[in-house]
């Protein structure tokens, strides 16, 4: 069973432009929990709450880095310390307007790992 959120919107200012630290822009950001789901799932406690992955997301994003690959990092940490059923965790962040003359699009990073891995 997979935990999905996709396509979540925040603003931030991450990057290692003095402009992006400056004035911020909006990135994407999709996370995808494979859990171990070996018991039935019958209530909440049985599964990873996203309404609890979307606040720790807002919480770990909120903190400035110059690297997405940091902030990636530091999700993908935060996640599997959190939600111990947590077996592999996927995130990808996409940063909106990027400071490259002429480029028109997003850039950003994927990160897969297992949550064993922390």
């Known amino acids: 069973m997979n935990i999905i959120l996709k396509d979540i919107t925040l ?3 991450h990057g290692v432009h003095p402009l992006e630290n400056k004035c911020g822009t909006d990135f994407t950001i999709n996370i995808v929990i494979a859990m171990d789901n070996r018991q039935p799932i ?7 709450d996203y309404a609890a992955v979307y606040s720790l997301v807002k ?5 400035t880095e110059q690297l997405l690959e940091v902030v990636a990092d530091k999700l993908f940490i935060a996640i599997a310390e959190t939600f111990p059923l947590a077996v592999e965790i996927e995130i990808s962040i996409l940063k909106s307007n990027p ?20």
């Not at 919480?59 to 903190?63: A, D």
């Not at 400071?99 to 922390?118: C, D, N, T, W, Y």
């Open 11 to 13: 603003f931030g200012y």
């Open 99 to 118: 400071p490259m003359e002429g480029f028109m699009g997003q850039v950003g990073v994927h990160l897969k790992k297992r949550a064993s891995e922390i």
């Open 59 to 63: 919480k770990v994003f909120s903190t």
């Open 42 to 48: 019958k209530t909440l406690t049985d599964t990873i």
